[in-house]
Each structure stands twice: as structure tokens, then as C-alpha cells.
């Protein structure tokens, strides 16, 4: 089946610095990834939409700048967390899909960033 | 508007008792829709899509045109059962706030 690795699984930095997170579709092409946020027992809340080749579209009230989001091909996406603050400690969260419009969402295994 | 509802934010049931998570959608047409779940420090994953209409972990779940739901049900609930369950189109990439289910010794 399709899969969707997410890298790295946890990270921790210190306020300030930058991380880059990694989500890649390892058996299909993914025109479309998406970027989620999630918090301890919440549901997942969408951050942002990555569309290969083109700019992402981010949702309401989630900073661009901050987020950058860089879909160069078919089966990798990044989320680049700029100058990290406590407050973006979180559980980020990838999906891929593939070309079939009509097909499921796969999930990566989400990243766990600490900010300290 | 197009939408997907789960009315139950959060569900719990005694081990063996059975257990249906609520699904209701606001569009016409054949809908397609997927259940999935997230179990405790696991990925999100796919559990069950209605045109493939197999049962998935002992889960089923038959979309219900004349009352637009696409309820997942399950005859005898196992405490490996506890976990976030989700509905959603295939078009939605926006999660609500799906349902909590805890299956009690």
C-alpha cells in the first residue's frame, strides 16, 4: 500500500533556531501533500496545502512566513519551522495523496518538535 | 454547503457491547467516504471506504443514502478499539473534530 514516510519522528531545538521537516510519498506521486497541526488529544488542524511546483495555500491565521512550506517534487514536501518559539512546540502531521482524486488520504507518523 | 458531521465528539462502551460512531454528510449525489484512525501514538491511517464495503477489524459501514449517514459499526467492541475515528470525503482534507472512542474493561 501506499506509504508516507515523515522525517525526523522528534527534534528538539532551542528557541530561535530553524527545523526542517521532511514528508515523502515512497511508492506514488503526490501532486498534493498537506501540513497539519495537532494538539495533545485534539483533532488534526490543517496548516497548509502543498501543491508540487507552486506556492502553498495556508489556511487562516497560520503564518507563512514562520511555516514555509517548499513542494519541488512529486514525492517530497518540506515544512520549515522558522525562528522557533515554545509556542510552536507541537505534533506536526504530513498527508500525501495520489493522482486519483477519489482515493484516501496516506499520514506520515507525525514529527514531535520541542522548542526549549 | 457541503459537510460531514459527527455528532459524538466522545463515545465510550463496555468491552463486548457493540458500538456505532455516527457519520452524517450534507451533499447529493453517491458520496464516497472513508473512515480513519488514529490509534494512541500511531499514524492516522485508512480503516474502512464504502465502495469496497468489506469489514475491517471486525468494522463495517454502509452508507445510508435515504438518510445521508455513513455510520461505522461494530458487534462486539474490544478495548484495541479505543481511538480517534474520523469521516471524511475524499475532496476533505480539513479534519472535524472526529470521535473519541474508549471501550471499557
Known amino acids: 500500500g501506499a506509504v508516507v514516510s515523515q522525517h525526523p519522528s522528534r527534534v528538539i531545538c532551542k528557541s530561535g533556531t530553524s527545523v526542517k521537516i521532511e514528508c515523502r510519498s515512497l511508492?506514488?506521486?503526490?501532486?498534493?501533500m498537506f501540513w497539519y497541526r495537532q494538539f495533545p488529544k485534539q483533532s488534526l488542524m490543517l496548516m497548509a496545502t502543498?501543491?508540487?511546483?507552486?506556492?502553498?495555500?495556508?489556511e487562516q491565521g497560520v503564518e507563512k512566513d514562520k511555516f514555509l512550506i517548499n513542494h519541488a517534487s512529486l514525492t517530497l514536501s518540506t515544512l520549515t519551522v522558522t525562528s522557533a518559539h515554545p509556542e510552536d512546540s507541537s505534533f506536526y502531521i504530513c498527508?500525501?495523496?495520489?493522482?486519483?482524486?477519489?482515493?484516501?488520504?496516506?499520514f506520515g507518523n507525525g514529527t514531535r518538535l520541542t522548542v526549549t | 454547503a457541503q459537510r460531514v458531521t459527527q455528532p459524538e465528539k466522545l463515545l465510550s462502551v463496555f468491552k463486548g457491547a457493540p458500538v456505532e460512531l455516527k457519520c452524517n454528510y450534507s451533499?447529493?449525489?453517491?458520496?464516497?467516504l472513508f473512515w480513519y484512525v488514529q490509534y494512541s501514538r500511531q499514524r492516522l491511517q485508512l480503516l474502512l471506504r464504502?465502495?469496497s464495503r468489506e469489514s475491517i477489524k471486525g468494522f463495517t459501514a454502509d452508507l445510508n443514502k435515504g438518510e445521508t449517514s455513513f455510520h461505522l459499526k461494530k458487534p462486539f467492541a474490544q478495548e484495541e478499539d479505543s481511538a480517534m475515528y474520523y469521516c471524511a470525503p475524499p475532496w476533505m482534507w480539513y479534519f472535524g473534530t472526529g470521535t473519541s472512542l474508549t471501550v471499557i474493561p
Open positions: 451533499y447529493s449525489g453517491s458520496p464516497e
Open positions: 498527508s500525501a495523496r495520489d493522482r486519483d482524486l477519489g482515493s484516501p488520504l496516506h
Open positions: 502543498s501543491n508540487e511546483g507552486s506556492k502553498a495555500t495556508y
Open positions: 464504502h465502495i
Open positions: 511508492d506514488f506521486q503526490a501532486t498534493t
